[in-house]
Each structure stands twice: as C-alpha cells, then as structure tokens.
C-alpha cells in the first residue's frame, strides 16, 4: 500500500462555534493513480488534501506513505518528507514575479537529491519557447503551466492539485488536465487533485466523493476517459 489514511478527524473554532471538519477518514490510493476527491464547498476536501500534504494536522488518526507515518515525524522530520514526497499544485499559481520561467522551475528543482532535466520538463511544457520571459508576459494558462513545472520538477512521489484549473476557462482547463495526466504517464508520480467540477472524474482512476466530512464513494473507475476527451 503506497498511501494510507486512518481514521482521520479535524475540527475548527471551539464551543458552539465548534466544526467537525472531517469525521474519520479511511483511504487507500495505490502508487500511480490519479485519484480525485469531489464535494461540495465545505465537505472537507481542501482540509483533507493539506492534510495529506503536512500543511495541516489532524486531530486523530495517521498518514503513512510506504509504511512511514507523518504523526511519528518532528517539523524536521516532516519539512523533509514535504520536501521528499509532495509537490503542490494551487489555483493560484505563486510563481516570483522578478525570475524568469525557467528560473521559476529551478526553484523546485533545488529542493529535490534527483530532480528532473529542467529543459526537458520545459518542452513536455510546452514553455521551452517562453522559458527566458517572465510570469506577467504569460497568459494564466502558461503561468499554471510553470506553477506545474516548478512542482513537478522535483520529482515528487505524490502530486497535490487544489482546483488547478479553478481561476481558467474551459479550453485552457483541458490544457492543463491533459498535461496532468502526461505527466501522471510519463514520471508515474501519484495524482491527488481536489475539484468542484464532476466531470473531472472521469478522468481518474480512483474516485472519492465528500459530503459533511465524510467519504460516501469511494470507487475505481473502469472506463476512464481521456483528458482531451472530457467535456462539461
């Protein structure tokens, strides 16, 4: 097993202001998968990707990635796992304003004892072109395009997106999922991806549905659809 969660809760504020966030959440994803976590605003999906991501901490339960649990970490411990494992993809693309694009990419790649080759990444890209510019000369697609490379770069064994397409319209958000699942084919690093949008889905190969703090589907998909092929 290559990620597990067990019995996962979290709540926010105290007294009666007092949320139950999530309720105890049991999941296992296999190494390689694109796994998409679905539900409505406030189901818990954002809390439980930054959970997964050491970004936030439970109140109970444990995350383990082949066998090694988070909760036994100090913040040394787990800056490293951060830096080992995880790369995060947001909607909002973080990139530095004053380095150039390939520059933007390397900045991951600092981080990683095995990154990838920065200009190989930036042609799978579809940046090598653009790589000497900087982010304001960018569309937004592009801008998200690097955010990806800069995450990517490093190598990591898991892939963490919240909403990555959230801020783009329909024909750059297919860019972009298409370009996930090159990378998912192309380096094998696990995919989580948090999204409002249902017909995302389909490109998964493992679903998981949120409502209330709570997994109410929790399926493999046999027919997977291809990126380019999805429509909404």
Request: charged share 25%; with cysteine; net charge negative.
């Amino acid at each position: 097993m290559f990620l597990e969660l067990n019995g996962i809760t979290k709540h926010f504020g105290e007294g009666e202001s007092r949320v139950e966030v999530l309720k105890g959440i049991d999941l296992e994803i296999q190494k390689g998968e694109i796994c998409v976590l679905l539900g409505p605003s406030g189901s818990g999906k954002s809390t439980l990707l930054n959970i997964i991501g050491g970004i936030d901490n439970a109140d109970t339960g444990y995350i383990a990635i082949n066998g090694e649990k988070t909760k036994d970490m100090n913040e040394k411990a787990l800056t490293k796992y951060r830096r080992k494992h995880l790369g995060y993809i947001f909607q909002q693309y973080n990139l530095i304003p004053n380095l150039n694009i390939k520059e933007n990419v390397e900045v991951g790649a600092y981080l990683s004892d095995s990154p990838l080759d920065v200009d190989d990444l930036l042609k799978t890209l579809g940046l090598y072109e653009h790589r000497h510019k900087l982010p304001n000369q960018l569309s937004g697609g592009q801008q998200q395009r690097t955010a990806i490379g800069r995450a990517i770069v490093k190598n990591p064994d898991i892939l963490l997106c919240d909403e990555p397409t959230g801020a783009l319209d329909y024909n750059t958000s297919k860019e972009i999922l298409k370009l996930i699942e090159e990378v998912n084919k192309k380096y094998g690093n696990t995919v989580i991806m948090v999204t409002h949008n249902d017909a995302i889905k389909n490109m998964a190969d493992r679903v998981i549905k949120l409502r209330d703090g709570m997994i109410r589907k929790n399926y493999t998909n046999e027919e997977k659809i291809a990126a380019a092929d999805l429509d909404w």
